[in-house]
């Protein structure tokens, strides 16, 4: 992907977007948080929990040795922290750190992703006796390509699938952790995780939505985009939540224009939209050499990324975020 003047920003940069199963305990977040920013050559772009789906997505960057090690402390101090037998909310997991991918940004390589991915699932694994899947770009095995086939059954599901010749980890014991559950580590593309409301409470709604726009719905779905129905209790609704894996194929406004056209169809309304996470200038259709963002604001507005929390342009899109953390650091 481009990511703008190349002058303002360092070499080979790999970006890791971990999802961890906690987002209603500020001390765990913090002290994961905190992990992460001890490894020199790190930069924390973002952190951003959801209470109801109980996840918290952190984002961060640098070159690849440091970014390894970043994610390795945050493993470490999830583990430490976060009980999976206690844990409830929206999202499908597998453990306490659900997911961990890498992802080639400016002057990197998914080579270097794939690379990143397997060192840190071998530590993981052998020092933390984590169980971990290796996925997506990463994968070892061609059944384990798509996280939703890691997920089947969630970490509920795990006590018995484990132990399945079919299912034993890439690294780590071939047992059931039940404290830390198991994690997937990969490499992928830039993706972007883009959920739109609905004004209803009605999940069955919601998934039918969800059940037509994504892409294996081959008649009626949308190129490159996945999808589920789910009910955020922090907001008192139902929401569309997706996973937009190439936006130059399909975009945030065509994913927003369709659920809302299928939302009218069944009386309900679509009253807003979010993005979880970072997301690239070009998402919100910026220009690679703009250094601002007020051209931004009626896109946001459309999508009304506002509806549930404020969408901070500079916080939230990847160049901005990233530019702005450099100079700091300057």
Same mark, same amino acid.
């Given at each position: 992907m481009s990511m703008g003047k190349k @002058?303002?920003?360092?070499s080979n940069l790999i970006e890791c977007v971990p999802n961890f @199963?906690?987002?209603?305990?500020p001390r765990t977040i913090a002290a994961i948080a905190e992990a992460i920013e001890s490894v020199p050559g790190t930069l924390l772009l973002g952190t951003d929990p959801g209470p109801g789906a109980n996840r918290t997505v952190f984002t961060f960057a640098g070159e690849k040795e440091p970014v390894i090690e970043s994610a390795y402390r945050a493993l470490a101090k999830a583990i430490e922290?976060?009980?999976? @037998?206690?844990?409830? %909310?929206?999202? =499908?997991?597998i453990g306490a750190c659900d997911v961990c991918p890498f992802v080639p940004l400016e002057g990197s390589t998914m080579k270097s992703c794939i690379e990143a991915a397997r060192e840190l699932a071998y530590r993981a694994g052998n020092n933390l006796a984590l169980p971990v899947y290796l996925y997506g770009k990463a994968a070892l095995d061609a059944s384990r390509i798509e996280l939703a086939d890691l997920?089947?059954?969630?970490y509920e599901g795990l006590r018995t699938r484990i132990e399945s010749e079919s299912f034993l980890p890439?690294?780590? =014991? *071939? %047992?059931?952790? #039940?404290? @830390?559950? *198991?994690?997937?580590? %990969? *490499?992928?593309e830039v993706l972007v995780a883009y959920n739109v409301s609905l004004d209803t409470d009605d999940l069955k709604v919601a998934r039918k939505i969800a059940s037509l726009?994504? #892409? /294996? /719905?081959? #008649?009626? %779905?949308l190129k490159k985009v996945k999808a589920i129905g789910w009910y955020m209790e922090e907001y008192g609704l139902c929401q569309v939540s997706t996973n937009i894996l190439d936006y130059r194929i399909t975009s945030l406004k065509s994913v927003f224009d369709r659920v809302k056209k299928e939302a009218k169809d069944r009386g309900v309304a679509a009253v807003g939209s979010e993005v979880i996470g970072l997301l690239p200038l070009a998402a919100l259709g910026g220009e690679d050499d703009s250094e601002s963002e007020p051209h931004l604001e009626p896109v946001v507005e459309y999508l009304g990324l506002n509806r549930h929390k404020p969408f901070r342009i500079r916080e939230r899109v990847l160049e901005y975020r990233l530019a702005d953390l450099k100079k700091d650091k300057s």
């Amino acid at each position: 992907m481009s990511m703008g003047k190349k @002058s303002e920003l360092q070499s080979n940069l790999i970006e890791c977007v971990p999802n961890f @199963s906690e987002a209603r305990d500020p001390r765990t977040i913090a002290a994961i948080a905190e992990a992460i920013e001890s490894v020199p050559g790190t930069l924390l772009l973002g952190t951003d929990p959801g209470p109801g789906a109980n996840r918290t997505v952190f984002t961060f960057a640098g070159e690849k040795e440091p970014v390894i090690e970043s994610a390795y402390r945050a493993l470490a101090k999830a583990i430490e922290h976060i009980d999976m @037998s206690k844990h409830q %909310g929206a999202h =499908p997991r597998i453990g306490a750190c659900d997911v961990c991918p890498f992802v080639p940004l400016e002057g990197s390589t998914m080579k270097s992703c794939i690379e990143a991915a397997r060192e840190l699932a071998y530590r993981a694994g052998n020092n933390l006796a984590l169980p971990v899947y290796l996925y997506g770009k990463a994968a070892l095995d061609a059944s384990r390509i798509e996280l939703a086939d890691l997920r089947r059954g969630q970490y509920e599901g795990l006590r018995t699938r484990i132990e399945s010749e079919s299912f034993l980890p890439d690294f780590g =014991p *071939a %047992g059931f952790n #039940e404290r @830390s559950g *198991a994690t997937a580590i %990969g *490499a992928r593309e830039v993706l972007v995780a883009y959920n739109v409301s609905l004004d209803t409470d009605d999940l069955k709604v919601a998934r039918k939505i969800a059940s037509l726009i994504r #892409e /294996s /719905s081959t #008649e009626t %779905g949308l190129k490159k985009v996945k999808a589920i129905g789910w009910y955020m209790e922090e907001y008192g609704l139902c929401q569309v939540s997706t996973n937009i894996l190439d936006y130059r194929i399909t975009s945030l406004k065509s994913v927003f224009d369709r659920v809302k056209k299928e939302a009218k169809d069944r009386g309900v309304a679509a009253v807003g939209s979010e993005v979880i996470g970072l997301l690239p200038l070009a998402a919100l259709g910026g220009e690679d050499d703009s250094e601002s963002e007020p051209h931004l604001e009626p896109v946001v507005e459309y999508l009304g990324l506002n509806r549930h929390k404020p969408f901070r342009i500079r916080e939230r899109v990847l160049e901005y975020r990233l530019a702005d953390l450099k100079k700091d650091k300057s």
